[in-house]
């Protein structure tokens, strides 16, 4: 089985951000990504006891490498500041490279 | 005093009872809470019961008189929004967005609030009109909008007064900013007015309208008899919400606590004598207040973190479900029924007045 | 006309306003959705109510008349699922797999439907026969397991005549497709009995049966009285879920259209006469005919992705709530009442004559 | 005989019949569930409903009588506990931490039981004293908090013992033994007090005894009319959890599943004596059993994996849930009405021979 | 701390084919997995609004890298064409290798 | 767009055991986490049906390499004997190495 390399980009925000996020793929022309909520702790305190509106989520894209430091670099400086959000970047195998 | 004993009455119904409850459960840290997807279900059906209980009223009384207390409580709605930010911003020195979502969040209405207070009223023995259910649906995003277009035009003028002091010839770096600001404000205004609690709330007026007392008769036992039973359990949860909040009334400051306890009574008072004035029953003169005093706490997050992320939601949150919500359902509710009380009396006694005088002339 | 009439007032019952409710909160993209574990809870509630409501009724007046119509139920069922592949893959050129995915998918029964019918007839004051619930639970698996048999039947002779153009001698993987056929046939036939749907229907239905009234006072508010309310909250999320899916309508097609609003009609109207020449009261005849008119929408996925994983849900889904369902409850019910009214009569009319006859002989 | 026939008529009754339900549902391998929010909202609803009705039970029954049935409770589940340890420890030969754990698991209570056992006496027409909810609220604690502080004790002391044999001047680690001892008894005491079944019930006995009867009314529908509907659904889910449970009776074994049936009769039949001894009614005493008799199975995991962590959760949930629970709501019920039943005929005559005697001297 | 380097696969895909998944890691003598629900959007469109039955899952597996090649082939072979799915490995170090 | 390597640790353990987990990464001043409830199969069998008590959790986090040993040590040491559990830790890339 032949694995092929591409990046697994992961961010943990609150869950209205979502939205932000789900556009700033689209405008980088990805349409592919999963999403769950999460609850968590971070410099913005414990999110997920009370509303749902104050859970987080995260969302997870896997990427080809050419794409990503854009989007990184948009989700930082659009949504940094405002939001509570917390990104990372993983190298993972795929075997149909063609899906990203 | 009439208001302290209503006051105490009240403090020993269940609906409060319940909510003191679940501050106390919270405080003690207490792991006790109502899974999210009840808690989320919860507002929808009291909203589905209010709609269909308006619309019922609606077509059982009519709704020709809709028009001026509607138009009146949007006409109040936004001018109590600018007042509040001219007080936050200038007296309270907050920043222009978090002065706007303050100001919006009293700005607009609480839906549980107003459930609150219908039971409350039925407790008391009291109707009200089914209009104000409309009135309720079409006054959660009017003050919204409001804040959300002049934090808009703000931040555009800011902008514009930045680019300036560099170069003169950015007309089109303008014209981007106001057009960056009308597309945020029609994504918003779709945001808000396809709301589900808008949605739901609007539907049900219309449904409860179509099927009246009659095709209601099926569907009545859920949406009429476990009404209050429905808003008990949902207050345990507002009421732990609410307790694990009380930590953030620090951050909050004394100016804002201040604010979410006076702003309400001003709001609430006027909004009675006005509805008074303006023909409202007893009953539904205290709603009218009721509306008009009640800050937002479940719409306002989901609609001000994408309309002014800047603001921080730890003021307005806390503020509206952590002071005001409680004040409002049982201090506030009480004293706007005195209120309504005594006003629809001294204007009974002149109708009575009227009466008489037309009755001699 | 007296069937524009019904469909007109059917048309203003709550739950058909609730279910168009939620399709107009789905186009305007509101954010409105019943959570998760409410939408997920409320089918096996519906069940379980439907169950006791049968069994009980099957303890009062007895099930002894219930086998000719269970076992013309299965034969009808599995003719018209027959008649569904044919029509489905002459007519409508579609593949082996969706051909049977959809045949047994309209060759299957409701639930949801089945409840919208119960609440029909209860507002038209009709009674229908208690062990229909019965002929609900036996149909729901009969029409996917043969066309799943079918299905296996078919690709393992694809796999021989494949094999055989090869070589000869390959008794041996001829074995083994029928073989695994075999594997798989008996875990859906095993899937599809334990299914939750007919675990809680059955289990209902006997519990209901041991009970009787009597012991059913104790919970009679919540599976009775409660019952139209809970209806009505689940529309809403069909609604929505079939307000989503209308966009797919252009991939379903026109053929597939037609098909789901023309072949209801035809079964339904035949249930209605048939369940009327054995028997049924008008009620009775009414459900009937639901049932072989209904095409199952939450149960069929999960079978069919399992058992026929190459036909596209897309198709079945779509087809089945998002035209299908809103066609049954809102036209064909007041359709199949209005035949079953007239045959009820006619029918009534030759007794009468017999009855006539009789006395004078 | 009386009992057999009480039983028989108890098994037909729709509470335990949704139970086998849910048993044979998870033994034929069903997808059926109660989906998670729905089965962790009603535990907390049926607290509630408890705990609303004894409060106003109370308010009208006064509750100065609570005092020795609560003392005399709270030192028989004590004792009770040390004796469960004492037979699991020396007949069962389990390790220290699972005798802790299982003797505290049964000399706890369980709020499901106590839910069923009122339903039950509904049914017989009987009632109880509304002051047993009080006392259900404070057995939840007390025989874990013995059996931990206990555990911890014994940890202290093989601590100790293993120290002393290396060297002779560890005073200090004793101590921190026993330090971190108290710390993590101070932990989980607060930890079982502020557990949401204790606080629910205990926040609900005060709202009930302030509301009373009248406060109630608005209320009535949801915390009294769906009360045993609300247990029937819950009993699926309990059923489900106990057949899937059942594989792991092997693991249990043969000493076990013989001491979760013999402990609890034992333990209810002394209960229901000494109930009456102190002048508990019919139904009281019967409650005051089951007390005894039950066994923690939703509160005593979350308390004992962290007071005990060394103690296998599967012994103690599975003979918790699978043997005991179906026992004491199937037969021990039923034996313990019968025997309430004679002792208070018995203290009847006594009392009627005291008349007797006293009329004639 | 020493940590050991083994493989960790992570399918996402409908919800009604992890009963597939556990079979075929049940034949390659995998018993240890983590599951959980998420949501979507990839190649066969948006999935997690409607019917639960239409959501995604989650399936994680911690695994020696010498059984990895043979079940993502059979997944490959038997699944991609007819569910909604994807894939990816990535290496992670564990403490207990002989968990896994 | 720079990305720092930090390490992410995953822990899958019994809902009960969370708290023990959050305890430990206290008292290493790590506040910053993520959790989230799964189901999964493994040396204590399947997890995940019955009471919510019995389901598992995975808490998720960021953090530099540095203290990574000593919290493995210290998960392992106190939970690993009587929780079900598991845990692994993979290579990482964020932008703002500053909140972690
Ligand atoms: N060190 C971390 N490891 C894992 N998740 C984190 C970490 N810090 C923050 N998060 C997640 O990111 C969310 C937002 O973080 P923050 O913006 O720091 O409040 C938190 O609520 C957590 O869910
Ligand atoms: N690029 C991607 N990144 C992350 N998840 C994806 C991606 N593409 C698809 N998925 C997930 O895999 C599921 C099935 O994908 P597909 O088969 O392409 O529809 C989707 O519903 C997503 O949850
Ligand atoms: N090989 C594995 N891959 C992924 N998750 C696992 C694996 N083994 C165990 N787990 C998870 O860790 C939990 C505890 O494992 P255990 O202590 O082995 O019962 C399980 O319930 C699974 O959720
Ligand atoms: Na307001
Ligand atoms: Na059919
Ligand atoms: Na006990």
């Given at each position: 089985m032949k694995f092929y390399n591409v990046k697994l980009l992961t961010v943990t925000c609150e869950i209205l951000a979502q939205k932000n996020i789900i556009e700033i793929l689209k405008k980088h022309e990805i349409t592919g990504y999963t999403t769950y909520e999460v609850e968590g702790n971070g410099a913005r305190g414990l999110?997920?006891?009370?509303?749902?509106?104050?859970k987080n989520v995260k969302v997870e894209i896997i990427m080809r490498e050419d794409k990503l430091s854009d989007i990184v670099e948009e989700i930082s400086r659009t949504m940094f500041a405002n939001f509570a959000i917390v990104l990372y970047v993983s190298d993972v195998g795929v075997v149909r490279t063609e899906k990203f | 005093m009439e208001i302290l004993q209503l006051i105490q009455a009240n403090l020993l119904t269940p609906i409060i009872l319940f909510f003191l409850f679940g501050i106390i459960a919270a405080r003690i840290k207490s792991d006790l809470k109502i899974p999210e997807a009840i808690s989320e279900f919860l507002p929808i059906y009291l909203l589905a019961a209010i709609g269909l209980h308006g619309g019922i009223e609606m077509r059982n009384a009519g709704f020709e008189n809709m028009l001026i207390p509607m138009v009146v409580a949007i006409g109040i709605s936004l001018l109590f929004t600018l007042n509040h930010y001219q007080i936050l911003r200038?007296?309270?020195?907050?920043?222009l967005f978090d002065s706007y979502a303050l100001a919006s969040t009293y700005g607009a209405v609480g839906a549980v609030t107003f459930s609150v207070g219908l039971s409350f009223l039925k407790n008391q023995g009291v109707t009200s009109e089914g209009y104000l259910a409309a009135i309720l649906a079409v006054l959660e995003p009017v003050s919204f909008i409001m804040a959300i277009f002049l934090t808009n035009i703000a931040v555009a003028k800011q902008i514009r007064a930045k680019k300036q002091s560099f170069t003169n010839d950015d007309v089109s770096d303008i014209e981007m900013g106001l057009q960056e600001t009308k597309t945020k404000l029609s994504q918003v205004l779709h945001e808000s007015i396809t709301g589900k609690a808008i949605v739901i709330l609007l539907g049900c007026i219309v449904i409860g309208y179509i099927i009246g007392e009659e095709g209601f008769t099926s569907i009545k036992i859920v949406f009429d008899g476990m009404f209050t039973g429905a808003i008990v359990i949902f207050m345990i949860e507002m009421g732990i919400i609410a307790g694990q909040r009380l930590d953030d009334l620090k951050k909050v400051g004394i100016f804002l606590i201040s604010f979410a306890i006076i702003m309400p009574t001003f709001n609430g008072v006027i909004g009675v004598l006005v509805a008074t004035a303006i023909g409202l029953s007893l009953g539904g003169a205290v709603m009218f207040g009721l509306l008009l005093a009640s800050a937002s706490f479940i719409a306002a997050p989901a609609i001000l973190r994408h309309a002014?992320?800047?603001?921080?939601p730890s003021l307005y949150i806390t503020s509206a479900l952590g002071i005001t919500f409680p004040y409002n359902i049982i201090i506030l509710l009480p004293i706007m029924f005195v209120v309504s009380s005594i006003a629809h009396d001294v204007e009974g006694s002149i109708d009575l007045f009227n009466y008489i005088t037309q009755d001699w002339t």
């Open positions: 999110r997920g006891q009370g509303f749902k509106n104050e | 200038r007296l309270g020195k907050f920043n002014i992320p800047e603001a921080k």
